[in-house]
Structure formats: structure tokens, C-alpha cells
């Protein structure tokens, strides 16, 4: 049986996110928000939380962990880097270890910048990817502890990851990194048609995640900034892509 995922909103953009094996009952939440709603998400489904894993330290995504902890007895799974300081962690995973979530496997993808100790998980199997606050949908993270060729290379990882695989991502940002996206390749037709969908979608209040990763290079900016194309848009012909990643992600910071 084929793991089961539930996206919902936690505090006011976050994405909760519950991933659970139906051949063995284990419910693993991405990252914790808060409380209240993965409390609700669980029991409206019958399950019980067994793992968290923390993809990196801010307040948004950890805020939660305490109170589930208590309530749950469940397993916290935080990136290595003990210098960013996380509660109730049981496991700490480095790049490449495998994360069991019953039946399930979660690779860890070390994918520092937003903060040094991101990490993203890769469930092969199910074919997604929870990459938290270093690639949102048509945009990235804000690059606050790392620099720009650390946050590029990251993209890079998640960018080399099969097209067929899904996005699930911390924030619903999309919209107006659509917004910010045009003013550069607005007459990119794959951004276009997104930016038609993600209208819809917002309109109707739902989510804009997940996002097939093949749709995401193809339309958003910041995975394209090898692209020559991007770079021209730039002024920038001929440049170290980390240096046009670096001038994309200064303009979005200033939009």
C-alpha cells in the first residue's frame, strides 16, 4: 500500500504536513509548526504520530515539537548541526543517512543556505520531496546564514532529483513568488500557465502544493539560473550561475 499524505496549514502559511504507512500505522509529521493543528490532522485520520523530522531550527518549524513530544512519546529527528539549537531530538541525521518511518525510507539531502543546518527529506518510493524553506514553488528560501553559491548548490541537489517527483515545500508562497518571477521571464510559457494555475487554485483557497519538480524547472526562476536566458534577462551574459542565483535572490528580497 502507497503512503498516505495529508497537507494542511499550520500557523498563518506554514504547510503541516503528515506522512503515513498504512502497512505498519507509523505517521511521521514534517517539521511542527505547532500543535493544535497536526493534533487535529491526526485524529481526523485515526493515526498517531510516531516521528518528527525537523528539517532545520527556526521558531516556525519547531514550535510544536514540545507539546507532540509529550502527547505522543513520538521520535525527533533533527539535522546534525548541534549548534542550532533544537529540543527533544532522539536522532540526529547527517547527508545520505536513511531515516525509517515504518516501512517507509527518508533519505536526508544536506541542504544548507536558508540555514546552515537544513536538511530535506527524499522518499524515493513515494516519489517526494519535503525541502521545508530552501525551494518553495517559483521561488527559494531567504538565504540568511549561508551565501549564495551554498543556497545554489542546494537547489542544485533538489534540482537533480527526478521530474516525476512531487514538492512539498514550508511555505504557501507561491503566489507571490509567481508575482516576482514574471518581472524576469515573463514570457516564459511554462511560468505562465503556472501563474494561471496558482490564481485558480488561491481563489478557490487551495493549496498551490504539491508541484511536480519537472513543472518547478522549468518555470521557476531560480532553478534556472544557469540558463543563459535568465542571466541575459539580468545583464548579466556570461556570469558564474551562483552569481546570478545571488542577483535573482536580491531582487526577490527587495520586491
Avoid at 42 to 52: P, Q
Avoid at 176 to 183: E, Q, R, S
Avoid at 194 to 221: H, Q, S, Y
Wanted: aromatic share 8%; hydrophobic share 40%.
Amino acid at each position: 500500500m502507497a503512503a498516505e499524505i495529508r497537507t494542511f496549514t499550520c500557523l498563518t502559511d506554514n504547510f503541516g504536513y503528515l506522512i503515513h504507512d498504512p502497512a505498519t500505522k507509523a505517521t511521521a509529521s514534517i517539521d511542527a509548526p505547532e500543535a493544535a493543528p497536526i493534533i487535529k490532522a491526526l485524529e481526523r485520520e485515526g493515526w498517531t504520530l510516531t516521528d518528527i523530522l525537523i528539517t532545520h531550527h527556526h521558531g516556525d518549524h519547531v514550535g510544536g515539537v514540545a507539546e507532540l513530544k509529550q502527547k505522543y512519546g513520538c521520535r525527533v529527528v533533527a539535522p546534525h548541526d548541534k549548534s542550532a539549537k533544537i529540543a527533544n531530538v532522539d536522532l540526529r541525521a547527517v547527508n545520505a543517512d536513511v531515516i525509517k518511518v515504518g516501512s517507509l525510507l527518508a533519505r536526508v539531502v544536506e541542504t544548507p543556505g536558508h540555514t546552515l543546518d537544513h536538511i530535506s527529506y527524499v522518499f524515493d518510493s513515494e516519489k517526494a520531496v519535503f525541502a521545508a524553506d530552501t525551494l518553495f514553488s517559483i521561488g527559494c528560501g531567504r538565504v540568511f546564514e549561508g551565501n549564495y553559491p551554498m543556497m545554489w548548490d542546494s537547489l542544485l541537489k533538489l534540482r537533480a532529483l527526478p521530474d516525476d517527483f512531487r514538492l512539498y515545500c514550508g511555505h504557501e508562497y507561491t503566489a507571490a513568488n509567481v508575482k516576482f518571477a514574471l518581472t524576469i521571464e515573463a514570457d516564459n510559457p511554462d511560468l505562465q500557465a503556472r501563474a494561471a494555475e496558482v490564481a485558480k487554485l488561491r481563489a478557490e483557497n487551495e493549496p498551490t502544493i504539491p508541484v511536480l519538480l519537472g513543472d518547478e524547472k522549468k518555470a521557476n526562476v531560480f532553478l534556472r539560473a544557469d540558463e543563459p536566458a535568465v542571466a541575459a534577462k539580468l545583464h548579466m551574459k556570461g556570469a558564474d550561475p551562483a552569481q546570478v542565483f545571488g542577483e535573482l535572490r536580491e531582487r526577490k528580497n527587495k520586491s
